[in-house]
């Protein structure tokens, strides 16, 4: 079965700071990676998704994701951090029927201003 | 257009009661997804529809959770005899087609928030 980890629970920044949030996975086969963006009362908005091809893939917002197969990770980036970016962040892995999801524990995002 | 909607968005029921949570996917969405959000955790698959058959009810919980989609648009997830561990955010989302794939994004609703007393 699939797995996410997220190692960090929290992350405080600058705003203006580069910001990069951590994702490895689990998986048998080729994954469908995402990253997620929630803010509080809101659903989950799609930053970014990867399925093949170049492992740099870009997103909104400014976001981007590196797949590198060899960590089993896919690690979230952004080159300057705007103080609307403070929210929860979730990775996660689509499979089997449907391409459910399986999601991480989420990284909580501060922004300092 | 109009996104996944749910319904309602808080619900405060005392253990022991049934509830009813009801989802709106986004119109022509094949598939519907639940999912469990507990305090502090990432979202948890729970149950999938391709229109209105249920083809994975893998991550339902216990027997008290059922889920249905009778005419393949709106689905109602209900609980019978609610526990206090069953408090969480339940969310709903919906993409276009039927079968997986990186190209079948999920659109998700807000989600309601049950709590149980």
């Known amino acids: 079965a699939q797995s996410v980890t997220q190692p960090d629970i929290h992350i405080t920044v600058s705003e203006g700071a580069s910001l990069e949030l951590r994702c490895n996975y689990s998986?048998?086969?080729?994954?469908?990676l995402f990253w997620y963006v929630q803010s509080p009362g809101q659903g989950l908005q799609l930053l970014l998704k990867?399925?093949?091809?170049?492992?740099l893939v870009q997103g909104i917002k400014g976001f981007e994701a590196e797949f590198k197969r060899s960590q089993s990770s896919f690690n979230l980036r952004k080159p300057s951090v705007h103080w609307s970016d403070a929210a929860e962040y979730f990775c996660?892995?689509?499979?089997?029927?449907?391409?459910?999801?399986?999601f991480g524990t989420g990284t909580q995002l501060k922004v300092e201003l | 257009g109009a996104g996944v909607s749910q319904s309602p968005r808080y619900k405060v029921a005392k253990r022991g009661q049934d509830v009813a949570l009801r989802c709106d996917p986004i119109?022509?969405?094949?598939?519907l997804f639940w999912y469990q959000q507990a305090l502090g955790q990432g979202p948890e698959f729970l149950t999938y529809?391709?229109?209105?058959?249920?083809?994975?009810k893998s991550g339902l919980p216990s027997d008290r959770f059922f889920a249905e989609r009778p005419e393949g648009s709106v689905s109602t997830l209900k609980i019978q005899r609610t526990q206090q561990e069953d408090s969480a955010v339940y969310l709903c989302?919906?993409?276009?087609?039927?079968?997986?794939?990186?190209?079948?994004?999920?659109?998700f609703g807000p989600g309601t928030r049950l709590t149980v007393l």
């Open positions: 989302a919906s993409s276009l087609a039927g079968q997986g794939g990186p190209y079948n994004e999920q659109f």
């Open positions: 998986y048998g086969a080729t994954p469908y």
């Open positions: 990867y399925f093949s091809g170049d492992t």
């Open positions: 996660a892995v689509g499979a089997g029927g449907g391409n459910k999801l399986t």
């Open positions: 119109s022509g969405h094949v598939s």
């Open positions: 529809f391709q229109n209105e058959a249920q083809l994975d």
